[in-house]
């Protein structure tokens, strides 16, 4: 799921060679947040595959501020 996110937001980005790292730190964080959204509502695992995960982290993934690695 991580590495499909990271492709989404580099693909958001007009996949500029740069800034890899910073994809996938930022799917990470988006991820994690999702599954405990998830968790939180009751929503499992096959809610979220119909949904599809490019929609879902469309809704979820909103509020994730840029990435800066420290």
Do not use: C
């Amino acid at each position: 799921m991580i590495a499909v996110a990271a492709y989404y937001l580099a693909e958001q980005r007009g996949f500029p060679g740069e800034g890899a790292l910073d994809d996938w730190i930022v799917a990470e964080r988006q991820i994690d947040r999702m599954v405990e959204r998830m968790r939180e509502d009751g929503t499992n695992r096959r809610a979220l595959e119909r949904m599809g995960l490019r929609n879902a982290l469309k809704l979820w993934g909103q509020d994730e501020p840029e990435a800066t690695p420290s």
